[in-house]
């Protein structure tokens, strides 16, 4: 047998048992599935997809050491692996590394808009990314309202201290150093208000939501125009309802609509301070 007829015997062998894998994965045989694509891998480990099939069953059994092992030599293999980068972020935040596990999903996410905007994944990645970033903010939000109400207390403490000491230097004038520490206290409270704003829950502003979904921009493109639409809601109402602007009424085809980076970078920096829209109803 030459040796290419004998590669071609085992990319074949290979390729049955990913085949034999997916069976089992179907019938939620996670550790036969394993077993099998482990035999594909080692007939042909640079195939990216035989690894992340074998990571995403590591998942359902959340063996996440062996997720995180799989997705980075698929990543090794395949940098552009959707599922690979997807996987190894939910890996990375199972073990607390937020930050990691972010960047994974946002990659993932990216990679996936790329390929394919409707595509499940894509919504399943945001969500988890959604979840994760909330989670981050709650744990930072939390750090910084301890921080702002320690302070607080303590600038709170020098102006008692320091009224105290003031009283006792201007007998006679006992009420304007009283109303004076009162508008002290105030003008504290209004100071630390402010530096909590961004920390409460409120209306995402219109201007930075989807006139379709009404919910705060993902992926937003702009029509000819001047309309700008959540991208994947509206290549749906294009291939469902007919080619054509659900809000002007103009012809209109998913060639013409353009990514809206100036839009898409202010939602960025909205979330960045307001990470509470992150959450999902």
Not at 63 to 87: F, G, P
Not at 238 to 255: A, C, H, M, N, W
């Amino acid at each position: 047998m030459s040796p290419m007829a004998a590669f071609s015997s085992v990319a074949k062998q290979a390729e049955q048992l990913r085949q034999d894998g997916n069976n089992y994965f179907k019938k939620d045989r996670f550790g036969a599935a394993i077993d099998a694509y482990t035999e594909a891998i080692t007939l042909c480990p640079n195939i990216p997809v035989y690894w992340t099939n074998r990571a995403l069953c590591h998942r359902k059994k959340n063996n996440w050491t062996r997720v995180e092992e799989d997705c980075r030599k698929a990543i090794q293999l395949d940098n552009s692996s959707v599922k690979a980068h997807y996987m190894l972020g939910l890996a990375l935040l199972q073990k607390r590394e937020y930050s990691e596990g972010v960047k994974e999903l946002e990659k993932a996410l990216d990679l996936g808009r790329g390929a394919n905007p409707k595509g499940y994944m894509v919504e399943e990645i945001w969500q988890e990314l959604a979840k994760a970033k909330y989670l981050l903010w709650e744990h930072e939000s939390s750090k910084r309202s301890w921080e702002l109400q320690t302070l607080k207390e303590a600038c709170e403490e020098a102006l008692k201290e320091q009224h105290i000491m003031d009283s006792s230097k201007t007998e006679g004038f006992i009420d304007e150093t009283a109303v004076g520490h009162v508008n002290q206290l105030k003008a504290l409270e209004h100071v630390f208000r402010k530096a909590a704003e961004d920390d409460i829950p409120s209306e995402v502003p219109d201007y930075l939501c989807c006139r379709i979904t009404l919910d705060i921009f993902r992926d937003p493109v702009i029509t000819p125009s001047g309309v700008t639409y959540e991208r994947a809601v509206i290549f749906d109402h294009l291939e469902k309802v007919g080619k054509f602007d659900p809000i002007t009424r103009e012809p209109l085809t998913q060639s013409q609509l353009i990514p809206n980076l100036a839009l898409k970078e202010a939602v960025q920096a909205y979330l960045d301070d307001h990470g509470w829209a992150y959450r999902l109803d």
